[in-house]
């Protein structure tokens, strides 16, 4: 299950690889959005708008939707100007990230705890195929980079935990609380300004609109994870429809493809 949707375009010349993180090769915080869009609809029919839960629900869905794939903070920065807009006096965006980020661990910790304690295979929280992928790029001598809109504390954990670290060793970055001074396109700027690689170079991995708009910008090439969460196996229509527009040259649903997906990028 591999959509082209570039013919022509190939990876050969990459030597780097940049990855999202969660939805892509994590899916330890499959089930978040069922998390942040009802906290923030719960906390906008408190406005007294007049707006009904079904109407606040899919104005919520869209931006949460348009701003995966930054550092969430971005989506809280976005809740606050929606409660502004209805009268409300928002909290600061980070009180909402951390509420969201609490909400969310209780429903995270018990996937956290067992790979912590070695209860359940990793596999069982990565995109499936996601390691033979990694190894058949680290085989082709392929640098691999990892860029989350998580907390970057969370996505080093998260990534060691699911045995991960090998791949990336010290290139695992996520969101800071300075959000300003990291984002997936910086870190690509870095990585060119540093003179080891030039934009045609890279390849992009992603789940969401970010990762593969900033690949695309500087001459690279992408592969779309539209991933069906948890399960992954089929596409998902939704993330599909995002990822084509983001100028993604490949979709697939998982990386269980990975020797025709390979031979697909790499002619």
């Known amino acids: 299950m591999i959509e082209t949707l570039r013919h022509g375009a190939h990876a050969g010349n990459a030597r780097v690889a940049l990855f999202d993180f969660d939805g892509t090769l994590s899916l330890i915080r499959s089930g978040w959005v069922e998390v942040m869009v ?22 919520v869905k869209e931006y949460v939707g348009r ?38 661990m209780v429903k995270i910790k018990d996937r956290i705890d067992d790979l912590d304690a070695g209860r359940v295979d990793p596999e069982r929280w990565l995109v499936p195929g996601s390691m033979a992928l ?12 990892l ?3 998580t907390d970057d504390k969370f996505v080093k954990h998260e990534a060691t935990i699911l045995g991960l670290q090998p791949y990336f060793e010290d290139r695992m970055y996520g969101a800071l609380d300075d959000y300003k001074s990291f984002s ?48 992954c196996a089929k596409v998902d229509e939704w993330k599909r429809n995002r990822l084509v527009n983001s100028g993604a040259d490949w979709i697939v649903p998982h990386f269980n493809t990975t020797p025709a997906l390979l031979t697909t990028i790499f002619p």
């Not at 909402?96 to 609490?102: E, Q, T």
């Not at 540093?194 to 592969?223: C, L, P, T, W």
């Open 67 to 104: 701003l995966t794939g930054r550092q969430t903070i971005y989506q809280m920065i976005e809740f606050a100007e929606q409660i502004s807009k209805r009268g409300g006096t928002p909290k600061d965006p980070i009180d909402y990230k951390h509420m969201y980020l609490d909400r969310l």
């Open 38 to 59: 009802p906290m923030m609809v719960e906390i906008l029919l408190d406005t007294r708008s007049g707006e009904s839960e079904e109407d606040l629900t899919e104005i």
């Open 147 to 149: 860029a989350s809109g």
């Open 184 to 231: 997936k396109a910086i870190l690509i700027k870095r990585i060119i300004d540093s003179a080891e690689n030039r934009g045609e170079e890279f390849i992009g991995f992603g789940d969401g609109y970010v990762e593969i708009e900033n690949v695309k910008a500087v001459g690279g090439v992408a592969v779309g994870v539209a991933s069906d969460e948890p399960d």
């Open 134 to 145: 990694l190894n058949g790029l680290r085989d082709r001598g392929i640098k691999m980079y």
